[in-house]
């Protein structure tokens, strides 16, 4: 898994913090914005809001984005997701337990219709695990396809991205063709950003872009690799130059790419200046993981069937 980055309270649940600490009843801070069964929906993050209805809600509750993103940072995070992968990495230390605590999360939720997103996300996982380690036993595979289906169904009928599908479409990344992964990529990207939850987007898209790319390049699929280096490029000039931690795996990946075109001492100095602008920054866990990777790289880029996915 990629390190964690900064993890702080979800806006859904800082905006009802603040209605709860101001003695607001949901239907006030709704007022003409929304209705209160979206309102609280959101509250309890199971849907977004677009950016305008949540500065009306905020208004609503005499607050502001500021008040909001102090609360965030103040409080815990609960970003659904990162708590499941969290509470199944808890279980173990090793890929293999990883892999068996997703399984019994699975086998537990497999016809419990209110709990979707842990299966979901037990099911990604152990997919991952086995296909990415060769962990056993693997998924089996009428289990993947209707895991799969599932995901691809659920953002399918979802028009607001927030944090929690792109969080989805980040994990079910391996399991779709490469074609439909870049395909899907710009507007997965462009719907997120859409939405509120900004924190959480900056967090985020490094994380889809870099897996983006280690499946393509695993893959052998240099142009959609090339591609994504490029669309990786544009936001960290764009929206994310103070990151420092996805221009790292950046400057790492076009290593990667040098490994792809034939260029191995070329590709090695690349990922070697990724890992020395890690150490400038002590950025200890991203030193620990390059580190590993670029022996991986050196040792086994030219076997076939090498592969090297991250999520």
Known sequence: MQKELAMMM???????QIRLDKHMA????AGEAISVAQLSRFETDRQDLGINVLLQVLTNINSNITE???????????????RLVAQLKAQGKSPAEWAMAAQADLQKYAHDPTRRLERLVAGALWIYMTESYGIQPAIPADSRRRLVAEAQGYLGRVETWGVTELSLYNLYSPTLADDDLFTLMKPALSRGKSYIGLYEYFKIVPFILNTNFSIFVSHNCLDLATATLHMTEDFLADEGSGIVAPRIFYIF??????????????????????????RIFDEDPVIDLLTRRLQKWENHYQEAGFTDILI
Request: hydrophobic share 45%; net charge positive; charged share 25%.
């Open 68 to 82: 909001m993103r102090h609360v965030q940072l103040a409080g815990e995070s609960d970003i659904a997701v990162d």
């Open 26 to 29: 949901l239907r006030e801070a």
């Open 253 to 278: 990946n076009q290593g990667l790419l040098l490994f792809k075109q034939d260029q191995p001492a070329a590709g090695r100095q690349k990922c070697a200046e990724a890992i020395r602008v890690a």
């Open 10 to 16: 979800t806006a859904g649940q800082a905006v009802r």
